[in-house]
């Protein structure tokens, strides 16, 4: 189970903010009781999902390490200047409107990165909008060789941004992140009032499996602004986020989840 969290264990009072407004002909193929979800992307892709950045990259298969899990993979390359692929919930994805929207949550997914040089990796995305001048709160999970990291940081929203992602705060992990090992990256967000930000990263006791029980590695990343960043609102889509800079990016993700139950134990239902 996760650790204590202090002030951030708000589980009891954390009100999910879920706006959904899809077409009514969309519950068929995508039901999101109480706007609650974990993807395992056994299913559920791309009928819950649209894609925003990079879609060719964006695709659901067995995870890209020993192949023993269902995962949304993220492939490509960047270069020096950084490239991001983004895909968010919605339950009309073949409309653009953004139907889905949140505040206050608890978001993770569990991250697999394949080693290569330089800085790659995954993550998740609360609180973002498509407009002009709009943005989200990503926390991403990089993998970079001896300089590992996990990185709070805005990313743009528009699409004719390419999703420019901007480093809000980060917290260096070493070397910890090894290749072809499950990782969880769980981004607390309160944002009803003064704004309370936490990203965690949590290793599992069975590196290649990631329904494994979890702990946590590394520090806590604490974000206590008196306002959230420019662009960022206090209510938004969720999303998976890759990023790269002068690499190539070969990552998994699975248990997509923003139910506070499933972030903090070892696994959860499957979508």
């Not at 929207?101 to 990165?113: K, N, R, T, V």
């Not at 008196?226 to 889509?237: D, I, M, R, W, Y």
Request: glycine share 12%.
């Amino acid at each position: 189970m996760i650790t204590e969290i202090g002030r951030f264990t708000l589980a009891a009072v954390l009100a999910v903010a879920a706006i959904v407004g899809p077409a009514a002909e969309s519950w068929a193929a995508c039901e999101l009781p109480d706007g609650l979800y974990h993807f395992d992307f056994s299913s559920s892709y791309p009928d819950c999902f649209r894609e925003v950045q990079r879609g060719d990259g964006i695709t659901p298969g067995m995870d890209l390490g020993l192949m023993r899990h269902t995962s949304l993979n993220i492939t490509g390359s960047a270069g020096a200047g950084g490239a991001t692929w983004l895909t968010v919930v919605d339950q009309a994805p073949t409309d653009t409107a953004e139907d889905n929207i949140y505040g206050s949550e608890f978001l993770c997914a569990d991250i697999l990165i394949q080693r290569f040089d330089n800085t790659k990796g995954a993550g998740v995305v609360a609180l973002l909008n498509e407009e002009v001048g709009k943005k989200g709160l990503a926390l991403i999970l990089y993998n970079a060789g001896n300089t590992d990291r996990l990185v709070l940081a805005t990313v743009e929203g528009h699409p004719a941004q390419a999703g420019k992602v901007q480093v809000v705060k980060s917290l260096s992990l070493g070397g910890f992140i090894q290749e072809n090992a499950w990782y969880r990256v769980l981004l607390t967000a309160l944002v009803d009032g003064p704004p309370q930000i936490m990203g965690q990263v949590f290793k599992h006791a069975v590196g290649t499996d990631p329904n494994s029980p979890i702990s946590q590695v590394g520090g806590t990343l604490v974000y206590t602004p008196q306002s959230l960043p420019v662009g960022v609102e206090p209510l938004g889509q969720n999303a998976i986020i890759g990023s790269a800079f002068g690499a190539v990016v070969n990552a998994s993700v699975t248990n997509f989840s923003n139910n506070v139950a499933d972030c903090q134990g070892s696994g959860g239902t499957a979508d």
